[in-house]
């Protein structure tokens, strides 16, 4: 158990390696779904322009 | 399986899923976390080094997850020709890919206080590498055809030759003398390791496993929309290719 802050993030002497285990771990995880949060919101932003575009032609014809 | 096969349904139940996802991932990372950081006691051995093993350990859990789930979708899209079997199989992949990243990285930095080397060849680190090299080549391959289903096949067969490699990572630890350890968890006898370590790799693959889900299903969902956008443009330049032949058609006075 912690018992101060310091005491804390030394891990033991292993604060070299535990660290960045899990620094590595939140970067990928954060990266794989902001990427595909943003690609998601890509489509839809792409569909709606699309679908305003055919229904304004639909129209106009 | 097959009720979710349909892409309309499954936007619709994937969009009442994804808020409850996210927030039972966000409340499991931290529970997690607590438990893996703060409360699991430092390794009569290893110290607090062991702390690695709840991310290592659940994220090598969650890639061999994910192929085998890519296995099944690649089976279906060459039985029933499925084509959200295809896009199952895709969008699993990269996230399968990273939990792999995030094994190897994490078990190098555990790997050089315990053993003193980063990186060893022998069977479980080798094989778990090859699976990381599958995980991207099935990726490559499925983007790498004009014609999305070619692509789609290819790497499906891809996928189920690279099964083999499954039970070698499962039993590589048995089978070939190694410094990895073997199995305490999934093991005939039940788990060897105290509950106080076990509670926050559970908790851990718990999280891992429902992150997978929802970035899978935003993943999923954003390549139906991608679908529908491809169909709606090859659709104009159709109408665009009969606009002008009529044009020529048309009689000239």
Known sequence: MMETLPNFLAMGGYASFVWPAYAVAAIVLAGVSLHSLAAYRRCQRELARLQQVRSRRGSAA | ?253
């Open chain 2, 1 to 253: 399986m097959h009720r979710f096969a349909n892409p309309s349904r499954f936007m619709r139940m994937s969009a009442a899923a994804l808020p409850w996802l996210g927030t039972i991932t966000a409340a499991l990372l931290a529970a997690g976390l607590i438990l893996a950081l703060v409360v699991a006691p430092p390794d009569y051995q290893q110290g607090d080094s062991a702390r690695i093993m709840f991310i290592h350990v659940p994220a090598a859990w969650t890639a061999l997850f994910v192929y085998v789930l890519i296995v099944l979708a690649s089976a279906s899209s060459l039985i029933w020709r499925h084509p959200l079997a295809d896009i199952a199989g895709r969008e699993a992949a990269p996230i399968g890919a990273g939990f792999t990243f995030i094994c190897l990285v994490t078990g190098s930095l555990w790997g050089k206080p315990m053993w003193g080397a980063w990186w060893v060849w022998d069977a479980r680190l080798t094989s778990v590498l090859i699976l990381f090299f599958l995980y991207l080549g099935y990726l490559a391959l499925a983007n790498a055809f004009d014609e999305p289903t070619r692509g789609a096949r290819a790497a499906a067969v891809l996928a189920l030759v690279g099964a083999i490699n499954l039970p070698v990572i499962k039993f590589s630890v048995d089978w070939w003398n190694t410094l990895h350890q073997p199995a305490s968890v999934f093991r005939l006898g039940g788990p060897s390791i105290h509950l106080s370590l076990l509670a926050p790799l559970g908790v851990m693959a718990a999280a891992f496993t429902s992150f997978f889900l929802a970035v899978w299903f935003v993943r999923i969902r954003g390549a139906i929309l991608a679908r529908k956008i491809a169909v709606i443009v090859e659709g104009a330049q159709m109408d665009e290719m009969i606009d002008r032949r009529g044009v020529a058609a048309a009689p000239t006075q």
